[in-house]
Every structure is written in structure tokens, then in C-alpha cells.
């Protein structure tokens, strides 16, 4: 029998988001603002659970 050395991918769910404002990888970001730009695409903004206690920001799709 051959033994292989190839790990397997991780699963989808393994995946972890971006936040923007302490710029480092968090598996709590969720989208806090998209800003549209007149050309081009525009921008989104990811927070993570700690950030967004600490800075009083909330989820886009709590926003008014």
C-alpha cells in the first residue's frame, strides 16, 4: 500500500473572515459598512465581536 504525505483541504467552514479595524483574521467578522464608489468596486468593512463592542459598531444589516 502507498502512503501519501497530501493533507486534505480544510473544510469551507474552516474558512475565517478579515477584520478591518484590528487588521487580522477573526472568525466573528461580519459586515459593518459597504461604501459605493462611482467607478470600479466598491469597498466593504468587516468587523470582529471584540471590535465591534469596543467600538460601538453595528452589523450592516442591523443598521437603520
Known amino acids: 500500500m502507498q502512503k501519501t ?3 486534505p483541504a480544510a473544510p469551507a467552514e474552516a474558512w475565517t473572515g478579515w ?3 484590528h487588521e487580522g483574521p477573526s472568525g ?3 459586515l ?5 464608489q462611482c467607478s470600479g468596486p466598491g469597498i ?3 468587523a470582529c ?4 463592542e ?3 459598531l453595528v ?3 442591523q443598521q437603520p
Open 59 to 61: 452589523p450592516y444589516t
Open 44 to 46: 466593504t468593512r468587516y
Open 5 to 7: 504525505t497530501h493533507t
Open 19 to 21: 477584520c478591518d479595524w
Open 28 to 30: 466573528t467578522a461580519v
Open 49 to 52: 465581536a471584540p471590535c465591534r
Open 54 to 56: 469596543q467600538r460601538r
Open 32 to 36: 459593518i459598512s459597504v461604501i459605493e
